[in-house]
């Protein structure tokens, strides 16, 4: 706890009995820790690094979205201070290991999956939310609102109203 408590938190998440934190780089003593942590808030027990998958080289802020409706499905979307995304990933394990030895794994994002990067806004101007009777429906944004559709495996810009075809709860 007083490794995290000198720390910036970006964002944090908790289920019952899990609290997850995005901790975020501080450039002016780049020895702080800087990536995802976890801690059960029943116990005593200390702060556990859980972010094996991400690439944390160039990263300076986590958003994390804990699905309701599946607690060990988590997002997070993580951004870099020069204003690019660095990366989306998905846990369905509560951040433990799976079978590759990691616990998050790169969800698509990009021009080929609809979800473009956020036209440089994610040092300023970043969410991502999951819905809560879906844990496979993910909403993300900066400048613009997207909708993972997962039938479609792509990302849907729902930015200019609402398409007839989706029910939106988030």
């Not at 859980?50 to 802020?61: C, F, N, P, Q």
């Not at 909403?139 to 613009?144: D, I, Q």
Request: proline share 5%; net charge negative.
């Amino acid at each position: 706890s007083a490794m995290l408590s000198s720390s910036g938190f970006s964002t944090f998440s908790i289920t019952p009995r899990k609290i997850y934190a995005g901790v975020r780089t501080d450039w002016t003593d780049m020895t702080k820790p800087v990536g995802i942590y976890k801690t059960d808030s029943d116990a005593l027990t200390p702060w556990v690094k859980k972010d094996s998958g991400i690439t944390l080289s160039k990263a300076e802020t986590f958003s994390l979205a804990l699905a309701k409706s599946n607690p060990s499905v988590l997002y997070t979307k993580v951004s870099h201070v020069d204003g690019r995304m660095v990366g989306l990933y998905k846990t369905t394990t509560a951040a433990e290991p799976d079978s590759d030895g990691t616990a998050w794994d790169v969800f698509p994002f990009g021009v080929d999956n609809g979800l473009l990067q956020d036209e440089g806004m994610c040092w300023f101007n970043t969410l991502i939310e999951v819905d809560p009777k879906d844990s496979k429906r993910v909403y993300a944004g900066g400048v613009n609102l997207w909708m993972w559709v997962e039938d479609e495996k792509k990302w849907k810009n729902i930015s200019y109203g609402k398409d007839p075809q989706y029910d939106y709860e988030a």
